[in-house]
């Protein structure tokens, strides 16, 4: 399996764009999580979504950010209009879960994005 | 909800010394606790995890402890090398959760000295 993949690598747009980063969860999947990391705050979780439904979505900083997930192997998490507090490494994560409760997290190698 | 707090923030040790990370949960209901190191530049990656039926788990250099009791669990990791520095972090699952969400620690940053 080729992991979680996730485009593009890295983004550098300014103040105001629209920033659209794409992930691919492993197949089998059933779970897909959203993170971002900086310097100051750490690793945060933004959103999660398990069966392709959201079921969290309370670490999303502001309205101007927002996520899909149209099927079981494609993810979006979109920013509209970027800022450059934005400016971070965005991370997808997936996992298979179940009912046992111990859920390995697998991270995709993150997008680097830089608002200016 | 679960809150994670990890301690030291930064450690640094010389090569050969034994390193120790410690974190502490708020949820009685986790049940699953993983440890990640992130090398510069790189994603974090999964270097052991224990469950909540378990005391203790080792994997060669490094061993993870939980007392579930006081809410807290431990990385260990003996005879330091360069290719440890790294940031660790600690998580725990959201109570028994089957969505798979972890909690994670705030880092600590390991800087083993050759």
């Known amino acids: 399996d080729a992991g979680v993949i996730q485009s593009p690598r890295h983004e550098v747009t300014e103040m105001g764009q629209e920033v659209t980063l794409r992930c691919k969860p492993i197949s089998g999947h059933n779970s897909l999580f959203w993170y971002r990391q900086t310097m100051m705050r750490g690793l945060e979780l933004l959103i999660y979504f398990n069966n392709n439904v959201p079921i969290d979505d309370s670490g999303m900083p502001e309205d101007r950010f927002s996520a899909k997930m149209p099927n079981a192997s494609f993810s979006t998490l979109k920013i509209q209009p970027s800022e450059p507090r934005d400016s971070a490494v965005y991370f997808c994560?997936?996992?298979?879960?179940?009912?046992?409760?111990?859920?390995?997290?697998?991270f995709g190698p993150g997008t680097r994005l830089t608002v200016t | 909800g679960e809150n994670v707090e990890q301690h030291p923030s930064t450690l640094s040790v010389q090569e050969g010394d034994s390193a120790v990370i410690k974190c502490t949960y708020s949820?009685?209901?986790?049940?699953?606790f993983p440890w990640y190191k992130q090398e510069l530049g790189k994603r974090p990656q999964l270097i052991i995890d224990i469950r909540s039926n378990v005391g203790e788990k080792k994997d060669q250099r490094i061993a993870v402890t939980l007392n579930k009791t006081a809410k807290h669990f431990s990385l260990h990791i003996t005879e330091t090398q360069p290719e440890d520095s790294a940031v660790y972090f600690c998580?725990?699952?959201?109570?028994?959760?089957?969505?798979?969400?972890?909690?994670f620690g705030q880092g600590t940053t390991l800087q083993v000295k050759p």
């Open positions: 949820d009685s209901a986790s049940n699953y």
């Open positions: 998580a725990a699952s959201q109570g028994n959760s089957n969505t798979g969400k972890l909690i």
């Open positions: 994560a997936s996992s298979q879960t179940g009912t046992s409760g111990y859920y390995e997290q697998y």
